[in-house]
């Protein structure tokens, strides 16, 4: 029951945050839901909870090779998900979902003048690359 069931969380989640919708089994949906997975085991491993408290004692341990990985392969994936929106993104219309609506916010300040503060620090925080949300 847990992967039909978490499975179809996830699809919703991706739809509220990306406007896209998978199909159970989609092979590119579920190679993202693994990483998820992968990622939420990793961050709840005690051995990754000191390397965060300790970082200067990670590079090149393995725990620290892995979530490089998996956060690499997730920005990827996060990076091609804004380059689509911001191709078709339309400012004229309300969002469709939650990527849309902070690319629409960022543009909405940038063209205001109006400082972004901690509201860009927090994208890039999760999306990874700052040249990308500008």
Same mark, same amino acid.
Not at 14 to 36: C, T, V
Not at 51 to 76: K, N, S, V
Not at 97 to 107: F, G, H, Q, R, S
């Given at each position: 029951?847990? *992967?039909?069931?978490?499975?179809?969380?996830?699809?919703?989640?991706? !739809?509220?945050?990306?406007?896209?919708?998978?199909?159970?089994? +989609?092979?590119?949906?579920?190679?993202?839901?693994?990483? !998820?997975?992968?990622?939420?085991?990793?961050?709840? +491993?005690?051995?990754?909870?000191?390397?965060?408290?300790?970082?200067?004692?990670?590079?090149?341990? *393995?725990?620290?090779?892995? *979530?490089?990985?998996?956060?690499?392969?997730?920005?990827?994936?996060?990076?091609?998900?804004?380059?689509?929106?911001?191709?078709?993104?339309?400012?004229?219309?309300?969002?469709?979902?939650?990527?849309?609506?902070?690319?629409?916010?960022?543009?909405?300040?940038?063209?205001?003048?109006?400082?972004?503060?901690?509201?860009?620090?927090?994208?890039?925080?999760?999306?990874? +690359?700052? !040249?990308?949300?500008?």
């Amino acid at each position: 029951m847990e *992967m039909p069931l978490s499975t179809c969380v996830a699809s919703v989640v991706a !739809n509220i945050a990306l406007g896209r919708r998978y199909r159970y089994g +989609d092979p590119k949906f579920q190679h993202y839901y693994d990483l !998820n997975k992968q990622m939420f085991a990793l961050f709840g +491993d005690p051995c990754f909870m000191i390397m965060t408290m300790y970082p200067w004692h990670i590079r090149g341990h *393995m725990g620290y090779d892995a *979530m490089a990985d998996l956060l690499a392969q997730f920005q990827e994936y996060f990076t091609e998900q804004i380059r689509e929106h911001k191709k078709t993104l339309d400012l004229t219309s309300e969002p469709e979902d939650v990527t849309a609506a902070y690319l629409a916010e960022m543009k909405r300040r940038a063209d205001s003048g109006e400082d972004s503060g901690s509201f860009r620090w927090t994208g890039i925080c999760i999306f990874g +690359d700052k !040249n990308l949300l500008q």
